[in-house]
């Protein structure tokens, strides 16, 4: 008597002996990966922000002791008359080591006027002294340098800590602008224009007006 096998199992017992003569299970290739490109973040542009601010210096400020890099010490007020440009910068500023040589451009420029020029560093006297000084040294930095102590620092940036940050102060000690941020191309032409105006203005018969 014959047996008969169903066509079903033949076809499985074909199956296995295939896979077993190859000697692996036969898996189909995924299909291929698209290549993963990354973009880089996008950076905001450098600009200029202006800053709102008090509109005269409190006389406790003016008369704020600021320790030079030569040890000396001055204030503010020793330059009354003058119209007083403030930078604040830090040698680890990037933008900072970009604005330096155009507003030292602006510097020579009101050579002997009445306009002086104070760069004051955030950073502390008893650890960057010598990065400090190589600093001014490395980019010919001829504004009178001296360290902004936390609070000077903090009065002067009117509590906002991003530097660089400028202040042209009038001979009447109006802030007639203040502004944070370095931008190439335009620092240099702000700096200069707006000392011409404050220049031009000269003290004010009231310090509060504008």
């Given at each position: 008597m014959k047996k008969v096998f169903p066509l079903s199992f033949l076809l499985l017992i074909l199956t296995v002996g295939v896979a077993a003569q190859s000697g692996r299970r036969v898996v189909n290739p995924p299909p291929p990966r698209e290549p993963v490109i990354e973009t880089p973040p996008e950076r905001p542009p450098e600009r200029l922000a202006p800053i709102a601010e008090v509109s005269v210096l409190p006389a406790d400020l003016l008369n704020h002791e600021i320790k030079s890099l030569d040890k000396s010490s001055f204030r503010l007020s020793d330059f009354n008359g003058h119209v007083i440009v403030v930078n604040i910068w830090a040698t680890w500023c990037g933008p900072c080591?970009?604005?330096?040589?155009?507003?030292e451009r602006v510097r020579k420029e009101y050579a002997g006027k009445a306009v002086e020029f104070i760069g004051l560093t955030t950073e502390d006297p008893r650890t960057a002294s010598d990065k400090v000084q190589q600093f001014a040294r490395e980019f010919n930095f001829g504004f009178r340098l001296g360290w902004a102590d936390r609070e000077m620092a903090h009065l002067l940036m009117n509590g906002r800590s991003v530097i660089p940050q400028t202040l042209v102060i009038g001979a009447d000690g109006r802030i007639v602008a203040h502004w944070?941020?370095?931008a190439s191309g335009q620092s240099r032409g702000r700096l200069?224009?707006?000392?011409?105006?404050?220049?031009?203005e000269g003290p004010s018969s009231s310090p509060q007006s504008r």
């Open positions: 080591r970009r604005e330096v040589p155009d507003y944070n941020g370095y200069r224009d707006t000392i011409a105006r404050a220049l031009a």
